[in-house]
Structures are given as C-alpha cells and as structure tokens.
C-alpha cells in the first residue's frame, strides 16, 4: 500500500491499487478465519481496509462486486439472513429504584400463591444473543432483532471462542445470552482504531453490535468478543429446573455463564446483591448497566408467562447513570508514535464511577468542532460504557462570555510542522519524520515489552533524555552514562545502574524485538518474528525485494512493500549502523533451540490462558517455542498441553472436555527450572 494522495491518482491507478489490495485482505480474512490464527496484525487489516475505502469513494467507478468492502459496512449489514425466532427473543421491564422493585416483587407474590426464589443477575451491557445447537452441534447463531426477527449472524458468532462448536451432551436447545466487547478489548480496538486515524467506537456496546454484524468474520475474529450465556427458549431439554440450576448447566454443557448470579429469598437479599455490584462495578472487567432478578423456578416463569414484550417474571433495576460537571480547564495536543495529534480536555480533576478524573479525550477535530466545547466551559462528563471518560455536552447556561470557539492548530505543538489530513483520515497527522514528540513516542514503543522490553524507561525518563539532549535517536540509548542518567530528575546511583543494565541487556536481543521495536509501519510483533525467523539477520532482510519479502508465509505484499520503502530510506541505513557500532545484535536467536537435545516439549502444540503470574505471556511463548513446542491459541483434539493461569475460562473447559492435559503455572516454571 502507498501512502500516495489519492487526489493525485488517476483511475486507472486507483483502479490497480485497489486490485492489488483485494484479494489480500480476502487471502487475510480467508487465513484467520479457516487457520484460526491471525496472520497479520490486527491494526493492519484495519487500515489496509481503511485505504480500500477510500479509494473507491474516491473512485466509485472501481468499485467491483467482490470488493470485501461490499461484504461489510453501512447498507449492505441489512442484507444479513433473516432468522425468525419461533419462541420470541424478549426485552425486559425495568426499575429505577428500589420502591418500584419492591412494588414489582409485591405484584408477583400478589399473582402467586406459593412462596418462591429469585436469581439475582448481573445485567450485561452488550446484545443479546441466540444460539441453536442440533444434537449438541452449533447450527446456527442470531441477534435479536425486534425480538420476533433477528439476523443471521452464524459465521461471525464461530469466531468467538467463548461459545462451544460441539456441547458435552448431543442436546437440541437454543441457548440465550449476551454478546459483549471486554472493557479492556474495547480501550485497545479504539487505541488502534485513533493510531489509524479511524473515528473511535462510544461504547463497548457500540463496539460489540459493530462488530457482530459484520459480514467479514475477519473483522469480528479480530475484536475479542465474548459472551455470557444466561437463558433457554426452552428448558425441557435441560435437567435443571431453577434458573440458577440452569446457569450450572449452560456451563456445564461448555457456555461460559457469569459465576457472579445469587439467589434471594426476599428483598433484603436483592437490596444487598445490587448494593454490592454497584459498588463493583467499575472493578469488573466488563460493563454492566444494572441487575436483572428472575424468579427461580422455571415452571413458574412459564406459568407467568409474558406480556407482547416483557417477562412477568424478571425484571432490570437499572443503576444511576453517574455524571459529574467540572470545568474545562485547557485543551492539550498530544502526537503519537505515527504523528496523529489527538485533543485531550484537561478539568478539574473530579471523582466519577471509581476514579478521579481530569482528563477526556476529544478524539480529533471533527469531534472538538461538534461539541464546540470550549476553555472555561462547564461541562457534564460521564464514563462511556463504564470506563471512559467522556465529556457529552457544555453546560450553556455556565458558559462564560468570553469563551471563545476553540481554534484547531494549523502546526504541530511540538516542532511547529503543518499539520495535515491524510485522505481517508478523520486524524490531523503530522508527517515531520524528526518530530521530537514523535521521536519520544518511537523511543517509548522501542523500549516497551514486546520490543527491547528496556525495564525503567518510561515515558517520564524518555521526555527528560530528549529535553536535556542527553538523546536524538534510539541508538543513542547505548550510550548513555551513569553521570548523565544522575542528572535526571530523582536518579540515584542505583536507579542509574539499573537502566543501564536493563539497556544494556537488551543489546543481546534476538532481531524479531529489534525490527518490532523499530516501529516500521504494519510490522507488528508477529510480523517481525517471522521476518527474522525467515531471513535470519537484519542485512539480509535490508537486502531483499519485496517478491522475496511477501514469499513468506503470513507476511503479505502489503507489508513487504512497508519493509522495502522503509529500509531504503539512508536516515535508516544510518540509524541501523549506529546501533550496530553500539552492540545491539541484528540477528535472529530465538529459534535456536537452549539445547541441542529435544526436550520434553519437542513437537508439542501447547495453548496458554488465564493470567500469568510469574511470566509474561511472551515470554512463555519464547520459552516453549526454543524448546520445540507449537504454541497456538485455540483448544482442539491435536493439542497435546494446556497451560492455565489464574480465571482460565472456556479454553480450560473445552481442554477438561477433550481430556487435554493441563498443567498450571507452577509446573511450567518447574520445567523451565529443570532445563536451565
Ligand atoms: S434475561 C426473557 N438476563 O438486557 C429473558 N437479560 O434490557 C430476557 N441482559 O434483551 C432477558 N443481562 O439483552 C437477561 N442476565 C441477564 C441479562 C439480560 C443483560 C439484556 C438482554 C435483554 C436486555 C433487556
């Protein structure tokens, strides 16, 4: 992909590129969903995607059938299959306080004559779902739609891992639940999405309905969907006959359910189960818009029955939305790595849903001009989808006279550059290579985990190496001095020797960290790593074309053509002879296997989940793959070795169904120990 002004293209140009670009996100789209492992980064597809777009918006004309962006996207979501729900998919009553839930528990007891349960659940802010298995295999997957029609969404739902293919017991059922986008999933795809110059999603919920109803599975594979089961049509097929039964079933036929649901005998117990998720909700790692309570005996809810829409016998309390007002105190520009400059508003700090809060993105100047928020303005600031911190509107009867429109630079706050729009970008870019802010942030990225993983040197440190000109470039990091580190802010002797052991260290990098943390653009880490497993060192991959660059397997011709373009530029020839006169190695170490002998996990295919404690994810997959393991990211019959960590979830279920070995951290760390 050229980064070419599509204003300057004549059709036939943009014709050719857009033919090129077809059929690789296609072949992307083809391996991730078939081969269940991503073969390029995730932001790549993205933006590969974005450049498609515009192109051919720019060009109407070339637009051809096939194109992948006739799969997805605006109209063509309504071409989705229709599903017809024969028992209808139903909504919920709801409650805003606890007298009018009491009122709600009053008119059901009134209605029944027995004394009965409730199932107190959590309300999981996401979409609902409906899942049908036939003889215990997944046949078919829907939204809700109006309740009565939802849309066929059978494809995309395959790509969530949380749902089971093939239930522990051959059942007929159609199981209901919620789809939804994890807090943490939903900072990183808007993350991506802003570094793209894309416009980010409000919500999580937002996030996960965009993402269920796209017709590239591709796109839906790459958002980290998960869901929580938490309903039948029918429960006959089931043993249970209480809805918390039901939710141990579901889980045991291999859904994942919400562990955090409790049954209550009477009001005081709901009054203290909402009283205590309030108070969580902020901690969980997904959002929740309330608690839903469900009398729990199912021939009794099917005794109540429902009215057109709701259930008589649940109902949602909702919680208070909490907003807060503060003031806006300035608007600040930040430039990242790629040279988008993103407006933050900067408030009085104020304490809202669990933290306090003194600053709100405003995303880019589209959003800034639409808002018309301006310095001194009150304004009404609340947590999008639970996390964050979002300003919806200016208070216009606090708005002080002099407040002015807020004017959008024209230069970069940092080297004075002209600011531009790249054609499909809602960003402002600047596009000065030797942009100190955007240097910092390259040397930020260099440092960081998954590249030279240098412990210590944080943003804070960078700033200070830049300011006080102890740096220009990430060679420079190697050579560094205890004297010049002691004058930093707070730098003692040891603080001083740790950094230079942690740069030091990193010199003996293997070339995969090296390339990643160059920050070339679409070569994320697992591009990287097959670049240095394939060409071995960093001349070789400097001298090759870009027909021997997209020869190798996943990586594509789009980021072959980002490696060749990036490596004949001569400041780069400069830069990679500077760290190679420094010590940093520019060789490929990590497939040479520790030992000659194979080991215990010579030709294993391993799968790791669940958090772990001691080691980073990376480096367990570092580790296994020199000890000639296969790591991959999903459970099947050929896995030989699950490794999981603390709240492992289907993927421990799934390995416990298939009789799949698993092991925990602690005895992987032994096996580490053992072969040191
Ligand atoms: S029960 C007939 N349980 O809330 C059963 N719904 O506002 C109706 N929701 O459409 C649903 N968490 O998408 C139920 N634990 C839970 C829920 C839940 C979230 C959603 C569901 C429903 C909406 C109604």
Not at 56 to 64: D, G, S
Not at 400 to 416: D, F, M, N, R
Not at 432 to 453: D, K, T, V
Not at 459 to 473: C, E, G, K, W, Y
Request: with cysteine; hydrophobic share 40%; charged share 25%.
């Amino acid at each position: 992909m050229t980064d070419k002004s599509i204003k300057t293209l004549t059709v036939d140009q943009a014709a050719e590129e857009a033919a090129d670009l077809r059929p690789q996100l296609l072949e992307w789209g083809k391996q991730y969903y078939e081969a269940d492992a991503p073969s390029v980064e995730d932001d790549v597809y993205d933006r590969v995607y974005a450049r498609l777009v515009a192109l051919e918006t720019a060009f109407p004309e070339i637009v051809t059938p096939d194109s992948p962006t006739q799969r997805v996207g605006g109209s063509s979501r309504s071409d989705l299959p229709k599903v017809t729900h024969d028992i209808p998919m139903l909504s919920l009553g709801d409650v805003f306080s606890l007298d009018e839930l009491t009122e709600f528990d009053e008119r059901l007891r009134g209605n029944v004559d027995t004394p009965f349960d409730y199932n107190c659940e959590l309300k999981i802010d996401g979409l609902a779902i409906s899942l049908r298995y036939e003889n215990g295999k997944f046949v078919q997957g829907s939204t809700r739609g109006n309740g009565q029609i939802g849309e066929d969404i059978t494809a995309n739902l395959k790509t969530i891992k949380s749902i089971p293919q093939t239930l522990s017991r051959p059942l007929t059922i159609e199981v209901r639940g919620e789809c939804y986008m994890p807090k943490a999933a939903f900072l990183a795809l808007n993350e991506r999405r802003e570094a793209a110059g894309q416009a980010p999603f409000a919500n999580p919920r937002n996030a996960a309905a965009g993402s269920l109803r796209q017709l590239d599975t591709r796109v839906t594979a790459d958002r980290q969907l998960a869901t929580f089961m938490y309903n039948v049509a029918d429960y006959e097929p089931l043993t249970t006959r209480t809805q918390s039964g039901l939710l141990d079933e579901l889980a045991e036929l291999g859904f994942t359910t919400n562990a955090t649901y409790r049954v209550a005998h009477d009001m005081a117990d709901v009054a203290a189960y909402i009283e205590t998720y309030q108070a969580r909700r902020t901690e969980l790692a997904y959002g929740i818009d309330g608690i839903v309570i469900k009398a729990n005996e199912l021939p009794l809810q099917r005794s109540l029955g429902a009215t057109v829409k709701v259930p008589r016998w649940a109902i949602a309390y909702k919680f208070p939305p909490e907003e807060v007002q503060t003031r806006v105190l300035d608007i600040e520009w930040t430039i990242g790595r790629t040279g988008v400059v993103t407006p933050t508003a900067i408030m009085e700090p104020v304490a809202l849903a669990g933290s306090t809060v003194a600053r709100a993105s405003l995303h880019n100047p589209d959003y800034l001009i639409a808002k018309d928020i301006r310095i001194g303005d009150t304004v009404l600031l609340h947590k999008a989808g639970d996390i964050i911190p979002e300003i919806s509107q200016y208070v216009a009867a606090k708005r002080p006279a002099e407040a002015k429109a807020y004017v959008i630079p024209t230069t970069c706050p940092s080297c004075g550059a002209e600011l531009v729009h790249l054609d499909d970008e809602v960003a402002l870019r600047c596009i000065n290579p030797r942009c100190p802010a955007q240097l910092a942030e390259g040397m930020n990225h260099f440092a960081s985990r998954n590249a030279m993983n240098i412990a210590g040197l944080g943003p804070q440190i960078v700033a200070q190496l830049f300011d006080r000109n102890l740096v220009q470039d990430v060679a420079d990091l190697y050579r560094l001095t205890t004297d010049q580190l002691l004058t930093l802010d707070k730098f003692g002797e040891k603080s001083a020797q740790n950094l230079l052991t942690a740069i030091d260290n990193s010199r003996n990098n293997s070339l995969e960290r090296l390339l990643f943390g160059l920050g070339i653009r679409h070569v994320g880490a697992k591009a990287a790593r097959s670049l240095a497993a394939a060409f071995g060192d960093m001349a070789s991959l400097m001298a090759a074309d870009s027909e021997q660059i997209s020869a190798i397997d996943t990586v594509g011709g789009i980021i072959a053509d980002s490696v060749v373009t990036y490596f004949a530029n001569t400041q780069v020839h400069e830069l990679v002879a500077k760290l190679q006169a420094v010590g940093v190695n520019m060789t490929y170490t990590s497939g040479t296997p520790a030992t000659n002998s194979t080991s215990e996990f010579t030709g294993k295919r391993v799968v790791l989940t669940g958090k772990l404690q001691e080691l980073t994810r990376p480096q367990a997959t570092e580790w296994l793959e020199q000890h000639g393991a296969t790591v991959t990211g999903s459970v099947s019959k050929k896995t030989d070795l699950l490794i999981a960590g603390e709240a492992a979830g289907s993927k421990l279920a799934k390995a416990q169904s298939l009789d799949v070995p698993v092991w925990n951290e602690a005895q992987l760390q032994a096996a580490m120990d053992e072969t040191k």
